[in-house]
């Protein structure tokens, strides 16, 4: 039988990397990636706050903003503190492949009240 | 177990299983879940967009109740309270139980002043006249976010659980991965709301 902890020489699990590895420096990331999602929410309440900077409120720059920064957040989440970044490539792809199977039942949706042929 | 041979009843090692995908069972099934999980948000979130808008005479609409400042805060504590469910899986990783306590504790009682927060959040609402029937806006809002807050409330009790497990001393650093998988729960309703705050709160 396989040793229990490790997966492959491509994949090696994160309770391997974290646990017999004992001074691997990854707090001090998670902490660095927690101030930049800090620093991106500020930013998203300072668009929300000041929206004539990007062009008004609902305007294509306030909402290209306001969506680089979520997606910003969601990726730094996904990637880091979920361990994506080091775990099985596969894992990524199952969660991606769900998140845009829901992308496209909201597109599915709107074609289908023709929301986007009559602008809404 | 009994054991015949030995005549008494002896302690039972499961074996744990090899994998043909390279990736521990748990965590694979806990990753479907979650991409699963998306769907069901994803449902969500579109009907919210859909109705997002009441009809004329039917109760108030998103910019009139929405407390941004209120809100921001609200995602920033859950927002926090992913650094602290990573830093609790980093210390049984690690073998630090003394500080996988603390984290979960804290990650706990940031989740639970988020719930706390949604539900001062809803009643305000409530009494500025939106209940859950006033109209489409508000069934779709209260459905979306009420989901949301069950399950912040879910991963509350799972860390509750971890932390007994850990205080009665069964949770050791090669059951690290029990916590992992609580924890990647636990990212994924943060990631849901920072979709959320930006869809629901932030655009128009």
Same mark, same amino acid.
């Given at each position: 039988?396989?040793?229990?902890?490790h997966?492959?020489?491509?994949s090696v699990?994160?309770?391997?990397l974290d646990?017999?590895?004992?001074?691997?420096?990854?707090?001090?990331?998670?902490?660095?990636? &927690?101030i930049?999602? &800090?620093?991106?929410? &500020?930013?998203?309440v300072?668009?929300h706050? +000041?929206?004539?900077v +990007?062009?008004?409120?609902g305007?294509?720059g306030?909402?290209?903003a $306001?969506?680089i920064?979520?997606?910003?957040?969601f990726?730094?989440?996904g990637?880091?503190?979920?361990?994506?970044?080091?775990?099985?490539?596969? $894992?990524?792809?199952?969660?991606?492949?769900?998140?845009? $199977?829901?992308v496209?039942v909201?597109v599915?949706?709107?074609l289908?009240l023709?929301? +986007?042929?009559?602008?809404? | 177990m009994?054991?015949p041979e030995?005549g008494?009843d002896? *302690?039972?090692?499961h074996p744990?299983?090899d994998t043909n995908?390279?990736?521990?069972?748990t965590?694979l099934?806990?990753?479907?879940?979650?991409?699963? *999980?998306?769907?069901?948000?994803?449902g969500l979130i579109?009907t919210? %967009?859909?109705?997002?808008?009441?009809?004329?005479g039917?109760?108030p609409?998103? !910019?009139?109740v929405?407390d941004i400042?209120f809100t921001?805060?609200?995602?920033?504590?859950?927002?926090?309270s992913?650094?602290?469910m990573?830093? =609790?899986?980093?210390a049984? *990783? /690690?073998?630090?139980?003394h500080r996988? /306590?603390?984290?979960?504790?804290?990650? =706990?009682?940031?989740?639970?002043?988020?719930?706390?927060?949604?539900?001062y959040?809803?009643?305000?609402f409530?009494n *500025?006249?939106l209940?859950?029937?006033?109209? /489409?806006f508000s069934? =779709?809002?209260?459905?979306?976010t009420g989901?949301h807050g069950?399950?912040?409330t879910?991963?509350?009790?799972?860390?509750?659980s971890?932390?007994l %497990?850990?205080? /009665?001393g069964? %949770?050791p !650093?090669?059951? =690290?991965e029990?916590? !992992?998988?609580?924890?990647?729960?636990?990212?994924?309703?943060? %990631?849901?709301?920072?979709?959320?705050?930006?869809?629901?709160y932030?655009i128009?």
């Amino acid at each position: 039988m396989a040793n229990p902890t490790h997966y492959g020489e491509d994949s090696v699990s994160t309770a391997v990397l974290d646990g017999a590895e004992s001074a691997y420096p990854r707090n001090r990331l998670y902490v660095q990636i &927690a101030i930049i999602l &800090a620093v991106l929410t &500020a930013l998203e309440v300072m668009v929300h706050s +000041f929206p004539g900077v +990007f062009g008004g409120m609902g305007s294509p720059g306030y909402v290209t903003a $306001l969506l680089i920064t979520m997606f910003a957040k969601f990726w730094a989440v996904g990637y880091f503190f979920m361990h994506l970044k080091w775990d099985n490539r596969l $894992l990524t792809r199952v969660f991606y492949t769900g998140f845009i $199977l829901a992308v496209l039942v909201y597109v599915a949706l709107m074609l289908t009240l023709n929301v +986007f042929s009559q602008g809404g | 177990m009994f054991d015949p041979e030995v005549g008494k009843d002896v *302690e039972v090692f499961h074996p744990v299983h090899d994998t043909n995908t390279g990736i521990s069972n748990t965590k694979l099934a806990m990753w479907l879940f979650l991409g699963s *999980e998306c769907l069901l948000f994803g449902g969500l979130i579109t009907t919210y %967009l859909v109705y997002k808008y009441p009809l004329a005479g039917q109760g108030p609409g998103p !910019e009139e109740v929405f407390d941004i400042p209120f809100t921001s805060a609200s995602s920033f504590v859950l927002l926090m309270s992913s650094l602290t469910m990573v830093l =609790a899986v980093s210390a049984i *990783e /690690r073998g630090d139980h003394h500080r996988l /306590r603390a984290w979960l504790v804290a990650t =706990a009682l940031l989740g639970s002043a988020f719930v706390a927060g949604q539900v001062y959040e809803f009643t305000a609402f409530y009494n *500025e006249g939106l209940g859950f029937t006033t109209s /489409r806006f508000s069934s =779709a809002f209260y459905g979306l976010t009420g989901f949301h807050g069950v399950h912040v409330t879910v991963g509350i009790i799972m860390l509750v659980s971890m932390l007994l %497990l850990s205080l /009665r001393g069964k %949770l050791p !650093e090669h059951k =690290a991965e029990s916590v !992992e998988i609580v924890g990647l729960y636990w990212h994924f309703v943060d %990631l849901v709301w920072i979709l959320i705050f930006a869809v629901v709160y932030l655009i128009p």
